[in-house]
Structures are given as C-alpha cells and as structure tokens.
C-alpha cells in the first residue's frame, strides 16, 4: 500500500507567549497527516469493506434444506421452532415430567435412591430397530433427575427444580441459565439424596439432605409473576451423547440421544395438591428414547418405561435437556450475532498495515526528525499517532459492523438459520466492541511501528501476533488444550469481545473459536490485548526517548 506524499505539519507558535500550541494542535496536524495521504484513508475504507462484504458472504453461503410433511422446504420454512426462556434466552425444555397441580403455597419432598443411563452407541455397525438407535449403559455428567415447580407444561415455562446430576451432585437450577450447587457426590443405594423444593407465594427455595432430617438450604429465588396454580412434581432428562472430532480446517461433531432415569422413594406433597392424582408427560417429546413418549417403538424393559409406580417407589426416565440453547453441535441449525461480523478478521489486517505505516513512513522518508523538531515531546507524539490512528479505525469498525449486523442477520435467518437471541445491549456491546477491537489492534500497530521503524517489519510482528493465532486455531493445527491457551495469552484474545452467547456452568461445551466461543469471558479477553497494546506503546515510548530520530 502506498503511503503517498507525506509531509509533516508544523504546530505554529502562539504570537502572544512565543511557545507550540498544546496537544490538541498536535492531533490536529497528526489528523492532517492522515487524511491528506490517500492511502491510508483508502486503506482505511477497505478494512470497512472487507468487514461487510466477508460477513455478508459467509452469510450468502448457508444453504439449509428441510423436509416437511413429504415437502421439499429451504430457507425460512425451516426455521425451527425454539422455545424462549423467561430471560430472553433460546432454551431446550425437554424432560419426562409426572405431575399434580398445586395452587397456593405448597412443598414436595422426595428421596432419590438411584440415578442411572444409557446413550446411543456411535460406533460399530447400527442395528436398525422399531424400538430407535442402540443404546449402551452409561450416564451424562449432567443427566438429572429431581424435584420441580414449573410455571405450566408449556415449553420456556418458569420453574424451579432441586436435581440429582449424573457427575456434579445435587444442584439447584432455575429458569434455564441458574445453576447453585448443593450436596457433592454420586447417588447410590447406600447413600441417598433427599430433595425438597417449597413455595412462598413467587418464592422458591430449595433444600437438600443426607438423611432426611437435617435441611440444608441450597438457594431462594424469586419467579416474577407466577400463577397462583402451578405444576409439581418428579422429572427425568438427559443432553445428548457427543463425541466431537478435530481435524485441520474444522471440526465434526457425532452424537445420538441419551436418556437417564431417576428412582424415588418417599415423596410427598403438601399444600392444596390432591393426593397422588399423578400426570406423566413427556414435555418437548423429552420421553425414553425407546418406548412410549418416543417417536415410535413400544416398551423393551423398566427402562423404556417413562414412569412406573411400584410398593410406593416412582421411576421416572427421560431425554432431553433442561437448559439454555448455546450452539447447534445437535440441534436445530443455529447462529449467533457475531456470525455477521467474521469479516472483522480480514478488515483488521488492513487496519494494522495503515496504522504501522502511519509512524514507520515518517522514518522512511526522514520526516520523523521535521516532526520530532516541532514537537520535542516524542510521548505526545506517539500519543498522539495512536489516538488518530485507534480513533479513525474505531469509526470505520463502527460503521462497518452496524451494517454488517444488520444486514447479515436478516440474510441468516432468510437462509433457515435461528439467530440465538440476546439482549439489545448484548448487540450493542459486540458491535462496538469489534470496533473498540480494531483500534486497539492499530494503537498496538502504531507502537510496533514505532519500535521497529520498518513497515514489512512492523506489520508481520503484528499479524503474527494477533491474526496468526487466531487463524491456526480456527484451523484447528493446535491440540484442543494448547489452542486455549494460546487463545488467552496472545493479543488473539481479544477476539473475545465478540462473543455474544455466555458459557454456562450446567451446559458442557468445548471452546471453539470457529463457533464464537472463546476460553475467556468477553471483557477478559479483550483485556489481554489492552495488556499487549499498552507494553508495546510503554516500550515504543521508551525507545523514542532513548534512540535518535
């Protein structure tokens, strides 16, 4: 790229005092600078253009079929329908619930005696069957099985429910995202769990014990506007079994169903409920996988059984899960806002190679000394390169990204895909912090330049250390381990800031940059290339006191 003809703008003397104007004459002539060269503005529009196009290309390119009813469909008429949790929030709400209703305030206490699994098997030749796919012993570590006061059987409902997990002990959950922990350890024959859930008008707390006679509160929590009625009572329900597979250039994910199934023993119901008037349902289909609650198939054995009352015992088992929906490794074709904005990554390869030219062109053309002689201070100098250059790229970002978002998720969701809903100041922080990404990049590129006084120099250090680890993560050269950690100590972090969809604590999920999810929280990660462009701007000012012009 060329830099054109640059010339360096003198701050003049102020006539009544004989001394240079302040710093904000010298962003002034660094403004100039900038502007009057045309290929650094050029540049600059490039990057916007890249950042828009990239993404509306890769939003182009999704192409989901369906079949519907024996129909052909594409596009929008295979969107699926995604029930929305009370906080916005796109759920999976399927789970084999056996229930009463309870109006007023109420408790159900229950004693579970055993918790246990199956899942399909993924590998060796698949038997085909009535009854569904093969399935083998084994437990999810977040298979539950537990207590529940849900708002209604609809799916999204409010609720809250103390459970039994398959490998994280007794947990409190709420409302899809809310996750307490309670009692550790596995459940079995010799050692038990109790469970209790009670409600106090909107008011939920739940409690859990060892022995049934010493409580322990796990948590309390408030469910805005619950109907004075609600459904109480047992549930089951297991995520689905996945095996995922790495490979250069992407991943593969392979996975079938699972189902858990929950034993208990003195449960009881107090409050305005009658009696044992029990109702078994398989919510969301989240029935057996085999057997009644199924699509198809009758009873192969007691676990193929949704619920079974045996010598005052219930068994319950189910399939399914009870959680917030954070990608679609197996489920319905989902997206997330920061899908439109991918071409940030090749806008910020353009950003970095204006914003080291902006300070290597001065030593290039001897200029550097015009600039130095006018301004002794070189820390307002560079200050003031790197404020022009973060601001300029800021504002390109800024426009780039508002129309790459909201041009590119209305393509996306044309296309079939369901855009994972998030809040208004969720967008708002992806949006503008992939431009807050851009400038710091070139804030890091403008003190690179400086401490390297060569634009090929300068630029490469930058790509390989922001662009480089990110694109060989993408590319999944590094091992799963080794990739997550280069992606919290490199400036490749920052990337982060674009991730809109939460981890969350009860939903495994492995970090994949490819899909938007990074080993750092948003804030953290972003923090980590504020970390790396602040070190190489105190070095750069370092130098400039120390070296010649």
Known sequence: MSAGTLSAP???????????????????????????????????????????????????????????????????????????????????????????????????????????????????????????????????????????????????????????????????????????????????????????????????????????????????????????????????????????????????????????????????????????????????GGGPVTGPGSQGGAPTGPLTRPFHPSNGRYTVTGSGDIAPIVGDAQGPPTATVEQSLTGAFIGLIAVVVVAAMFFTAEYRRGLIRTTLAATPRRGAVLAAKAIVAGLVAFVAGLVACTVALAVGVPMERGKGEFILPVSALTEVRVVVGTAALLAVAADFAVAIGAVMRRSAVAVTTVIVAIVLPFLLTVLNVFPSGVANWVMRLTPAAGFAIQQSIPHYSQVLTASDVARGSYPLPPYAGFAVLCCYAAAALSLAFFLLRRRDA
């Open 10 to 284: 003198v701050a003049p003397s102020n006539p009544s005092t004989g001394r240079r104007d302040g710093f904000g004459q010298l962003l002034r002539a660094e403004w100039t600078k900038f502007r009057t060269v045309r290929g650094w503005v050029i540049g600059m529009i490039v990057a916007a253009l890249l950042t828009v196009l990239m993404g509306l290309f890769a939003a182009a390119n999704v192409n989901i079929g369906c079949d519907i009813n024996g129909q052909q469909n594409s596009g929008r008429g295979c969107l699926p329908y995604v029930p929305i949790g009370p906080g916005g929030e796109a759920v999976e709400d399927s789970f084999y619930f056996i229930h009463q209703p309870l109006a007023g305030n109420g408790t159900i206490t229950a004693q579970i005696v055993s918790l246990t699994g199956e899942h399909a098997v993924l590998t060796g030749p698949q038997q085909a069957s009535n009854n569904g796919p093969d399935m083998t012993a084994g437990l999810m570590p977040w298979s539950k099985a537990g207590v529940m006061i849900k708002e209604n059987t609809k799916r999204g409902s409010a609720y809250a429910a103390m459970l039994i997990t398959g490998s994280h002990g007794v947990r409190m959950q709420y409302n899809y995202t809310e996750d307490v922990a309670g009692l550790p350890g596995a459940v079995t024959a010799g050692s038990p769990r109790w469970l209790r859930l009670t409600r106090s008008g909107d008011t939920i707390t739940g409690y859990d014990s060892a022995d049934g006679s010493h409580w322990t509160k796990v948590d309390s929590v408030h469910l805005a506007g619950l109907s004075s009625t609600v459904q109480i009572g047992l549930f089951a329900t297991s995520p689905s079994y996945v095996q995922t597979s790495t490979s250069f250039g992407g991943s593969s994910n392979n996975g079938g169903p699972s189902q858990a199934t929950g034993t208990f023993d003195h449960v009881s119901v107090s409050g305005s409920a009658p009696g044992n008037n029990w109702t078994g349902e398989a919510v969301g």
